[in-house]
């Protein structure tokens, strides 16, 4: 069992709508997210990161994090069509060490 | 900045014949990551360095895998005997904490 899980596997979003995407780690040890974007082809390049609970904004993503239930999301409002991808969240005991990648949601987002 | 360099990007080798991984990391980096990613399995952790000294192998097959970084400015992933299985695409990564950069990937096929 992915000890990083994502939901939902797959989101077909409309151009200008929001897209929502969750993450939640079973491992306890877990003090560390990272959400990264891949697009096809591509290798993944990291979009946010988030160690503390809350939410944190970068232009049109916001991250939320809950350590209690180990549980981040990320949000995409205002979707482009160049935001069709795979979003992968990852999830770390400790920020500079290796990271258990979940297995994704790809995000469609059609004109 | 040319990102992290992998080579090559493409390798076929045979059932059971050794292939060799190339990766040069962003210079100034201090870990170097490897990991695979299969649709199936996703992105797999594979072994990591920090400052040339390997910290943590724990997703390496112990059999048939390697990796070695005898220098700051190189790491290569050698796999011995491959198996069709072995077919993936292996992506080298190096960071500065907390973000890390990921290479091209070298795709390996095992026929």
Request: proline letters at 5%; charged letters at 15%; a positive charge.
């Amino acid at each position: 069992q992915q000890k990083v899980q994502q939901s939902p596997e797959s989101l077909i979003v409309p151009e200008g709508g929001m897209a929502s995407l969750n993450c939640t780690s079973s491992d306890r040890n877990v003090d560390y997210f990272w959400w990264y974007r891949q697009h096809s082809g591509k290798s993944p390049k990291m979009l946010m990161s988030i160690f503390s609970n809350g939410e944190k904004e970068e232009g049109r993503f916001t991250v939320h994090l809950n350590k209690a239930s180990l549980h981040t999301s990320l949000h995409i409002r205002d979707s482009q069509p160049s935001d069709s991808a795979l979003y992968l969240c990852a999830a770390s005991s400790n920020y500079a060490q290796g990271l258990t990648f979940g297995l994704g949601t790809r995000v469609s987002v059609f004109p | 900045n040319a990102g992290v360099i992998q080579t090559p990007r493409h390798k076929v080798t045979g059932k059971g014949q050794e292939a060799t991984l190339w990766c040069e990391p962003i210079s100034g980096h201090s870990a170097v990551f490897w990991y695979r990613q299969t649709i199936v399995q996703g992105l797999e952790f594979l072994t990591y360095f920090r400052n040339q000294a390997p910290i943590d192998d724990s997703g390496m097959p112990k059999e048939r895998f390697s990796a070695q970084m005898p220098n700051q400015s190189h790491s290569t992933l050698k796999i011995q005997s491959t198996q069709p299985q072995d077919s993936a695409v292996y992506l080298c990564a190096s960071s500065l904490a907390p973000e890390v950069f990921f290479g091209k990937g070298t795709r390996l096929t095992v026929v």
